[in-house]
């Protein structure tokens, strides 16, 4: 069968009955048996079999054996055929600590595989099966006796229902060594035996992302226990919450249309439809009717849908084309992990500034991501979309602490907030009180200050990142516009403590009395946070809303560039001295867990 892999056999001499057997040997049903097919027919079958180097079974059998035999093999000897285990199981408890760089450094090199499509990893085919949900399971087994785990794995097909070969989902395997590199991986598609198609990717995506939430959730006692995954990307919302925008921040917002306002029902009871069915049944019955003269007549011609079908899908009527980006954001965690994989950094590195230096270069985010990042956040505040985004970022709510920072200070608790280590699980009674009342808040400032602008409106924002200090992070609580004075940043603030007393007295501590009202205190952290948030948005004014049970009151604070350059300083020092290091060794982390 030496000629069966050129793919040129002369089949102009095989028989009919040979012919047949050619094609029943490669698995491929003849209706019938074949008995209506002519010989033109089979011999072109048999061309397009031998074209496509389709094997005969026994010999897809045998070198699924031999591809088999060569994943087995370690220095130790053959490992068990992943059909002869019993004991696989959902429970990951003790498995190897798999990360994005062993993922990355048994990827990289294999097939499209480049340092380039990795560092993108967000848009290879077997992240977005995984991201989508198409892992429907994946079991772990532990060998008893030998250092290695083995995992198998059921992918759904990324477009079709079916697999290639009718199943509905590829059912694969890998290796994992303690270590936990990658020792072999396969995968039943087409091109899945080199380990490395997109099936395989996903399922190492899976296992990667189960094992890292696993070990971020430091405050449950969960069992490891792999669950499949969401499919995050679409889950319900309100038709009148829809908001169709371009990711823009600071942009006016406009009056978007509204899906509600389409009305989805039949023409049929539509007045314009009436009068033409009128004018037509009239013209029949009535050709003379004076009516006939005001009857507007119908306009345009009727073209069926068939032909507009047509016309749209042939390439020469198309008059514009656009191609459209895909845009992926990545969290600081992901940005350390894509880092370290490129550096080929080992799990138990010591990290130093140079090191760290190199990964703020690293850290490069453009105006469009920082954009995309904003409007992700304020359709979703709270979501997880938000709370990825913010770990590992030095919000403005924080700029105080930070700058307060002792040197003999421990920073172990100042990097599990920042890092989200241990994420509230029920919200404080204040902060509550203070969801509600930032609202009726924000309404209260509007309609103080409405009558005194031209088209005021008040803008929720999202997690604002600026692309000069990508670490940093900010979320204003309301953007202000009006025709007449310049973008202007509205943080509400609430003092539950004291609130029961007027907002100028529940705050005195925090100002400073002036001949025409309140100025805001240079040491608090709200004026820390304020210069902050319009730093990192780049607008220079703020109004400080304060508000307590009995009211509220503004406070102006304009931006000090100066006073901003020195607490730039000292968030940079913390980020470069303790929250890198941390994203890139996690070292806090593992104290944590243990
Ligand atoms: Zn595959
Ligand atoms: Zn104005």
């Known amino acids: 069968m030496a000629n069966m892999a050129s793919g040129d056999v002369d089949f102009s001499k095989y028989k009919v009955e040979n012919l047949k057997k050619y094609l029943s040997d490669r698995g491929i049903q003849l209706s019938d048996r074949g008995k209506g097919k002519r010989r033109a027919e089979l011999l072109e079958l048999c061309q397009n079999a031998a074209e496509m180097k389709q094997q005969k079974l026994e010999e897809v059998v045998e070198s699924f054996d031999r591809?088999?035999?060569?994943?087995?093999?370690?220095?130790?000897?053959?490992?068990?055929?992943?059909?002869?285990?019993?004991?696989?199981?959902?429970?990951?408890?003790?498995?190897?600590?798999?990360?994005?760089?062993?993922?990355?450094?048994?990827?990289?090199?294999?097939?499209?595989?480049?340092?380039?499509?990795?560092?993108?990893?967000k848009s290879l085919h077997g992240y977005k099966l995984f991201h989508d949900g198409h892992v429907e399971d994946l079991q772990c087994c532990r060998l008893e006796n030998k250092p290695f785990s083995y995992f198998q794995f059921k992918v759904k097909p990324a477009e079709r229902a079916k697999t290639e070969d009718g199943q509905s989902t590829y059912n694969g395997f890998f290796i994992?060594?303690?270590?936990?590199?990658?020792?072999?991986?396969?995968?039943?598609?087409?091109?899945?035996?080199?380990?490395?198609?997109?099936?395989?990717?996903?399922?190492?995506?899976?296992l990667q992302s189960m094992v890292s939430s696993n070990l971020t959730n430091t405050c449950t006692s969960e069992k490891c226990l792999w669950k499949r995954r969401n499919r995050n990307s679409d889950y319900a919302i309100r038709l009148e919450d829809l908001n169709i925008v371009k990711a823009e921040f600071g942009k006016e917002e406009k009056l978007h249309l509204k899906p509600?306002?389409?009305?989805?029902?039949?023409?049929?009871?539509?007045?314009?439809?009436?009068?033409?069915?009128?004018?037509?049944?009239?013209k029949q019955v009535c050709p003379d009717a004076v009516a006939l003269q005001f009857l507007p007549s119908s306009s345009g011609l009727?073209?069926?849908?068939?032909?507009?079908?047509?016309?749209?899908?042939?390439?020469?009527?198309?008059?514009?084309?656009?191609?459209?980006?895909?845009?992926?954001?990545?969290?600081?965690?992901?940005?350390?992990?894509?880092?370290?994989?490129?550096?080929?950094?080992?799990?138990?590195?010591?990290?130093?500034?140079?090191?760290?230096?190199?990964?703020?270069?690293?850290?490069?985010?453009?105006?469009?991501?920082?954009?995309?990042?904003?409007?992700k956040t304020v359709q979703q505040g709270g979501s997880q979309f938000w709370i990825d985004q913010r770990t590992g970022r030095i919000t403005a709510s924080n700029f105080y602490k930070i700058c307060h920072l002792k040197d003999t200070t421990d920073?172990?608790?100042?990097?599990?907030?920042?890092?989200?280590?241990?994420?509230?699980k029920n919200v404080p009674e204040p902060l509550e009180w203070g969801h509600r009342k930032e609202i009726s808040a924000a309404k209260l400032y509007f309609k103080k200050l409405n009558h005194k602008h031209c088209d005021l409106l008040l803008k929720e924002s999202g997690l604002v990142v600026n692309p000069l200090?990508?670490?940093?992070?900010?979320?204003?609580?309301?953007?202000?516009?009006c025709k007449c004075h310049p973008k202007t940043l509205v943080e509400i603030k609430g003092l539950f403590s004291k609130r029961n007393l007027l907002p100028a007295v529940a705050a005195a501590d925090k100002l400073i009395k002036t001949t025409n009202g309140y100025q805001l205190k240079v040491e608090t952290t709200w004026?820390?946070?304020?210069?902050?948030?319009?730093?990192?948005?780049?607008?220079?004014?703020?109004?400080?809303?304060?508000?307590?049970?009995?009211?509220?009151?503004?406070?102006?604070?304009?931006?000090?560039?100066?006073?901003?350059?020195?607490?730039?300083?000292?968030?940079?020092?913390?980020?470069?001295g303790h929250l890198a290091p941390e994203l890139l060794t996690g070292r806090v982390l593992k104290d944590v867990k243990n």
């Open 302 to 375: 009727d073209i069926p849908e068939a032909s507009v079908a047509e016309y749209i899908a042939c390439d020469a009527n198309v008059e514009h084309h656009e191609t459209v980006y895909p845009m992926y954001i990545y969290t600081m965690k992901e940005y350390a992990d894509v880092f370290k994989s490129e550096k080929n950094i080992a799990k138990d590195f010591c990290c130093n500034d140079e090191l760290v230096e190199e990964f703020i270069d690293f850290l490069n985010l453009d105006q469009t991501q920082c954009d995309t990042i904003c409007a």
């Open 527 to 576: 004026y820390y946070q304020i210069q902050g948030q319009m730093a990192i948005t780049g607008v220079k004014h703020t109004a400080l809303v304060i508000y307590t049970n009995k009211g509220i009151l503004i406070v102006p604070v304009e931006f000090d560039p100066v006073f901003w350059l020195t607490i730039l300083k000292k968030l940079q020092l913390f980020f470069v």
């Open 411 to 424: 920073k172990t608790n100042t990097i599990k907030l920042l890092m989200n280590y241990c994420p509230m």
């Open 469 to 481: 200090w990508p670490f940093l992070g900010a979320s204003p609580d309301r953007v202000q516009y």
């Open 67 to 121: 591809v088999l035999e060569e994943k087995l093999q370690t220095n130790e000897g053959l490992l068990p055929n992943p059909d002869t285990l019993r004991s696989w199981s959902h429970n990951f408890a003790s498995i190897p600590e798999f990360t994005f760089a062993d993922l990355y450094s048994y990827l990289v090199g294999k097939d499209d595989y480049s340092v380039e499509n990795l560092r993108s990893f």
């Open 176 to 206: 994992l060594k303690s270590s936990a590199e990658v020792h072999a991986a396969y995968c039943p598609c087409k091109g899945g035996s080199d380990g490395a198609c997109k099936h395989v990717t996903a399922a190492l995506f899976d």
């Open 260 to 282: 509600y306002h389409f009305d989805p029902r039949s023409t049929l009871t539509n007045s314009s439809t009436l009068k033409e069915k009128l004018r037509q049944g009239l």
